[in-house]
């Protein structure tokens, strides 16, 4: 049957962070895989096998078209009408092509030789379609079958094709109604336990994923994964691919260390029948390893990802697909740990190899150049990362159109690193742009929406616009606690950003009342040492502090610049921030020398690096002139 299971080693996020702390969006964390259309049953003999389901394809009716004027068609070696680039692996003239044609070709292949391998695969690089070829065949393929009974075996396959690219082109809500129809099919066709009933249910729980409805992806995937050991044991490969298809899901609960045992579950099952290096085994350490980085506990993710890479790199080869993603995601777990050089260097590597193989426009070229613009900003090379991150978007854009999910995503991880260079305004421009954009598209209730909200508050905050900002921030807040409830790590997040508006607005008795139960919350659940932790750490410390409690404040925000010049390094942004405000605390204290001593050093720091006008420098400068007066 045509699958969409969830890949067993997902492509690396442009940065882990979605769910908690300051970090950019990154791309879905739903990777898929799928084997081709079940039409395949009619053609047992077909090589057809799982790959990595693209990234991401155009969107009819919102896409900018890619014609690839002056070309000629490879099929019918025309150049006359609109000719465009297959959306393959195939490059330069050997991507051009009309779709009527890659249409005439799949329906000869299909007649002719029983193959219905050109639907959904070229058959000069064997890779599949992405973009307007995918969409444009599926639909047709689609159109074709609507005669046929409602429970014809093509009917139902070219329904679920036409599912797949709807799914990549970011369809999510008219993909599930057809998926609906798929699922109801098999239910009564199979019956609940069938093998293509079962694989339905996951892609629909797939799609509710993206839906933000995850709740209900989590039902669905329960039920699949009781109908599959029931029906084919614990430790069956489908059985293990629905444990970590519901652990993935957990992470998008914020059950991260749910999400980890059951990984470790998969993991322990794929070694024990299959043998610690076989490929489904290296991928549950994978993900194992992703699980542990949502913990905050990268070290120990890394150590999986190094094992795995190795194994990998011996197995496969240093230029194989899986071993570039594995390459990306250690590379991250580099950067979560602050040790930026031995991140760059390897997602240079990536990228390198992702231009030599696919070519500048492919998506996986588009991962890696963003994941590189992300380890640029986290060393603080703001220039070059926007750079990067504005080449993404336009490819995104010209590829993709604007109102793509991966387009979106772009934009926002491009807002996020000019507002972290302090240019406030055109990083507003974008993230009302895309907020705009999701509200109409996902609903203003869905978790990416209210994300994204987030962040633009934060934005507004550092313009000093505070009425707006508090107002953004209430209202995400509110929502957030009613949609994923008041511990998930985004709501927690979102505490610790409309506390820190408070502050700034002289409400600090308010700030302080959000500010603890979310830092309990989060020590709790992600641990002291996490990103967002920490985050939260900083921002309680200096309430304390303006609550004529410093020794509290100071002590606290002492252990959270201590952590974070420990894992980032002392010249991260976050340790300046955090050092910024313990300068202050220190002086309120009685240590006046010292925390002045601190404060000029940073501000220094802070002039050349950011610039007079940046809100960090500005807020240090406060601070220092507050206290220059005061005797040492």
């Known amino acids: 049957s045509q699958r969409r299971n969830r890949c067993p080693c997902q492509p690396v996020s442009w940065v882990g962070r979605r769910t908690v702390g300051d970090g950019c969006k990154p791309y879905p964390p739903r990777s898929v895989t799928r084997a081709g259309p079940?039409?395949?049953?009619?053609?047992?003999?077909?090589?057809?096998?799982?790959?990595?389901?693209?990234?991401?394809?155009?969107?009819?009716?919102?896409?900018?078209?890619?014609?690839?004027?002056?070309?000629?068609?490879?099929i019918c070696l025309s150049d006359e009408g609109k000719v465009i680039q297959r959306g393959c692996c195939c490059r330069g003239d050997a991507g051009a092509v009309h779709l009527e044609c890659l249409i005439e070709l799949a329906v000869h292949n299909t007649e002719t030789n029983y193959d219905y391998r050109g639907w959904f695969r070229c058959d000069t690089c064997k890779e599949g379609f992405t973009g307007e070829s995918e969409l444009g065949l599926a639909d047709a393929r689609y159109q074709r079958s609507l005669g046929l009974p409602e429970d014809d075996d093509e009917r139902v396959y070219a329904t679920s094709g036409k599912c797949n690219a709807l799914y990549s082109a970011g369809k999510y809500a008219d993909a599930a109604e057809l998926e609906k129809v798929v699922l109801e099919t098999y239910h009564l066709k199979l019956g609940d336990d069938h093998g293509d009933t079962l694989t339905a249910a996951n892609n629909l729980a797939l799609t509710y994923e993206s839906l933000g409805r995850y709740d209900e992806a989590a039902e669905l995937h329960q039920r699949v994964l009781e109908s599959r050991t029931r029906v084919n044991g614990p430790n069956h490969p489908s059985t293990l691919t629905t444990c970590n298809n519901l652990a993935l899901t957990y992470r998008s609960q914020g059950k991260f260390s749910e999400a980890a045992e059951m990984q470790r579950q998969v993991v322990a099952a794929r070694t024990e029948v299959l043998g610690p290096e076989h490929p489904d085994t290296l991928s549950s350490i994978g993900n194992l390893a992703l699980a542990l980085s949502a913990l905050g506990r990268f070290s120990e993710a890394a150590a999986h990802q190094q094992r795995v890479l190795s194994a990998e790199r011996r197995i496969f080869g240093p230029d194989h697909p899986r071993v570039?993603?594995?390459?990306?995601?250690?590379?991250?777990?580099?950067?979560?740990?602050?040790?930026?050089?031995?991140?760059?260097?390897?997602?240079?590597?990536?990228?390198?190899?992702?231009?030599?193989?696919?070519?500048?426009?492919?998506?996986?070229?588009?991962?890696?150049?963003?994941?590189?613009?992300?380890?640029?900003?986290?060393?603080?090379?703001?220039?070059?990362?926007?750079?990067?991150?504005?080449?993404?978007?336009?490819?995104?854009?010209?590829?993709?159109?604007?109102?793509?999910?991966?387009?979106?995503?772009?934009?926002?991880?491009?807002?996020?690193?000019?507002?972290?260079?302090?240019?406030?305004?055109?990083?507003?421009?974008?993230?009302?742009?895309?907020?705009?954009?999701?509200?109409?598209?996902?609903?203003?209730?869905?978790?990416?929406?209210?994300?994204?909200?987030?962040?633009?508050?934060?934005?507004?905050?550092?313009?000093?616009?505070?009425?707006?900002?508090?107002?953004?921030?209430?209202?995400?807040?509110?929502?957030?606690?009613?949609?994923?409830?008041?511990?998930?790590?985004?709501?927690?997040?979102?505490?610790?950003?409309?506390?820190?508006?408070?502050?700034?607005?002289?409400?600090?008795?308010?700030?302080?009342?959000?500010?603890?139960?979310?830092?309990?919350?989060?020590?709790?659940?992600?641990?002291?040492?996490?990103?967002?932790?920490?985050?939260?750490?900083?921002?309680?410390?200096?309430?304390?502090?303006?609550?004529?409690?410093?020794?509290?404040?100071?002590?606290?925000?002492?252990?959270?610049?201590?952590?974070?010049?420990?894992?980032?390094?002392?010249?991260?942004?976050?340790?300046?921030?955090?050092?910024?405000?313990?300068?202050?605390?220190?002086?309120?204290?009685?240590?006046?020398?010292?925390?002045?001593?601190?404060?000029?050093?940073?501000?220094?720091?802070?002039?050349?690096?950011?610039?007079?006008?940046?809100?960090?420098?500005?807020?240090?400068?406060?601070?220092?002139?507050?206290?220059?007066?005061?005797?040492?």
């Open 38 to 74: 079940a039409a395949m049953a009619a053609n047992p003999d077909s090589d057809v096998s799982a790959t990595s389901a693209p990234e991401a394809t155009l969107a009819d009716g919102h896409a900018d078209e890619v014609e690839a004027v002056g070309r000629q068609c490879t």
């Open 324 to 632: 570039l993603t594995d390459c990306s995601n250690l590379a991250q777990s580099y950067g979560d740990m602050g040790k930026f050089v031995e991140a760059g260097k390897l997602q240079r590597e990536v990228l390198a190899k992702r231009v030599a193989s696919l070519g500048v426009d492919h998506p996986q070229t588009a991962l890696a150049t963003g994941n590189l613009a992300v380890t640029l900003r986290d060393e603080g090379k703001y220039d070059e990362a926007i750079r990067l991150e504005r080449e993404v978007l336009a490819t995104r854009i010209r590829l993709l159109g604007e109102e793509h999910p991966h387009t979106l995503i772009a934009r926002g991880n491009l807002s996020h690193t000019l507002c972290i260079k302090g240019d406030y305004v055109e990083a507003e421009e974008h993230q009302r742009a895309v907020t705009a954009t999701e509200a109409r598209l996902l609903g203003a209730e869905h978790p990416d929406t209210l994300i994204d909200r987030s962040f633009l508050s934060m934005t507004l905050r550092d313009q000093n616009k505070l009425a707006e900002a508090d107002e953004v921030a209430s209202d995400v807040l509110e929502v957030m606690d009613r949609v994923l409830g008041k511990e998930h790590p985004n709501t927690l997040t979102c505490a610790r950003r409309a506390g820190s508006i408070l502050l700034l607005q002289g409400q600090v008795a308010e700030a302080e009342a959000l500010l603890s139960p979310a830092l309990e919350s989060q020590t709790r659940l992600l641990g002291e040492v996490h990103q967002a932790t920490l985050e939260t750490a900083a921002v309680l410390g200096e309430a304390l502090c303006l609550l004529e409690r410093p020794v509290e404040g100071a002590a606290l925000l002492q252990a959270t610049y201590d952590k974070f010049a420990e894992r980032m390094g002392v010249d991260h942004k976050n340790s300046w921030s955090a050092k910024s405000v313990l300068g202050a605390a220190l002086c309120q204290c009685g240590q006046v020398a010292k925390g002045k001593a601190m404060l000029e050093d940073l501000h220094a720091k802070q002039l050349g690096k950011l610039g007079m006008h940046h809100i960090d420098t500005v807020r240090t400068s406060e601070r220092l002139r507050r206290w220059s007066d005061a005797p040492n």
